[in-house]
């Protein structure tokens, strides 16, 4: 299965595979807009341990950096004003949430996509690791940490995931836990329908 993988993840870097401001949308049936279709995995398709690698990596620009944070972040340290002192970075760096998003995409196309994602409970543990500079490529990985299904609803299971983006070289950049929701299987036969 393209993008799955139970040992270490290829975070490889490849200028034809990185995203940029084309990328082709999922629609909410996984469907996308070029007519190529996934099929979406249920909770009993998943277990704890699996792990999900995005096939393409994002590289972030001195553009997309200053973009991103004139219009979400506008701290001197992600708008390139040299004339800040007290900055504890060398330089320019992205916003940390920017980091977050542009994994967070990638994480979609990886897992959330591709799975019967009924939505999120949450996110835990947020971290970021070292700061994200002009030229930095990213590529992401998601694993499965744990699941059990609902008592309150036969139709849901509860995935927990660890997301992380890593540096070409595999370390660890920006980390988080999401606490999500799957379709189960059987959905349809327990809903009454």
């Not at 249920?42 to 341990?49: M, P, Q, W």
């Not at 991103?68 to 001197?76: C, H, L, R, T």
């Not at 004339?83 to 992205?94: K, T, W």
């Not at 699941?147 to 849901?156: G, Y």
Request: hydrophobic share 35%; aromatic share 8%.
């Amino acid at each position: 299965m393209t993008g799955r993988d139970t040992d270490v993840p290829d975070t490889g870097v490849s200028d034809t595979n990185s995203l940029d401001e084309t990328v082709t949308p999922l629609d909410s049936a996984g469907a996308r807009d070029d007519g190529t279709a996934t099929e979406r995995l249920t909770y009993e398709d998943v277990a704890v341990g699996d792990r999900f690698v995005a096939d393409r990596t994002v590289t972030f620009t001195r553009e997309s950096i200053v973009d991103f944070a004139g219009k979400y972040d506008p701290q001197p340290f992600h708008l390139g004003d040299a004339a800040d002192e007290a900055s504890p970075f060398d330089g320019l760096v992205a916003s940390g949430l920017h980091s977050y998003c542009a994994c967070n995409r990638l994480a979609t196309e990886a897992f959330f996509g591709r799975v019967a994602f009924l939505g999120g409970r949450g996110v835990d543990d947020l971290r970021w690791h070292r700061p994200v500079n002009p030229g930095d490529t990213l590529a992401v990985d998601v694993e499965v940490v744990d699941k059990r299904p609902s008592d309150s609803d036969p139709r849901r299971g509860y995935v927990d995931v660890d997301v992380t983006g890593r540096t070409p070289d595999g370390d660890a950049v920006v980390t988080w836990r999401v606490l999500g929701m799957l379709r189960r299987r059987d959905a349809a036969s327990t809903s009454g329908a």
